[in-house]
């Protein structure tokens, strides 16, 4: 998969997103990036031999207040990682795109990752 193949399942993702959560996200840019850097991958806590499917750099809304005149907010989606893990079954990789996307920006609402992973069940 190339990388403007990837970035339209991307794309993809965040048109499909449902309208009540579409309508919130705030000052905010989603970037693909082919690896994680090393610093991303601390910044992350990763532990060694881990990797990461996306990051979120930003102020999440829950913590914003006079919140103006800010660059947004940055959600990166790392395509080698999850084409590695997806095996290149294209199903897969939409999925995992899709549900990295999404708990990227269960960060920018302001949820740590154990209220992200609480929000399936």
């Given at each position: 998969m190339t990388?403007?193949?990837f970035?339209?399942?991307v794309a993809n993702a965040l048109d499909t997103l449902p309208e009540q959560f579409a309508a919130i996200v705030d000052n905010v840019e989603v970037?693909?990036?082919?690896?994680?850097?090393?610093e991303e991958l601390a910044e992350g806590n990763v532990p060694p031999g881990?990797?990461?499917?996306?990051l979120y750099h930003g102020l999440p809304q829950t913590l914003r207040s006079n919140y103006t005149g800010v660059l947004p907010d940055?959600?990166?989606?790392f395509m080698?990682?999850?084409l590695e893990a997806c095996g290149h079954h294209p199903d897969a990789i939409k999925i995992q795109v899709r549900n990295t996307l999404l708990h990227e920006l269960g960060h920018h609402f302001g949820m740590n990752d154990a209220q992200i992973r609480n929000t399936g069940k």
């Open positions: 990388v403007p193949e970035e339209s399942l970037v693909v990036e082919v690896w994680p850097t090393p881990m990797t990461l499917f996306g940055k959600i990166i989606i080698g990682p999850i």
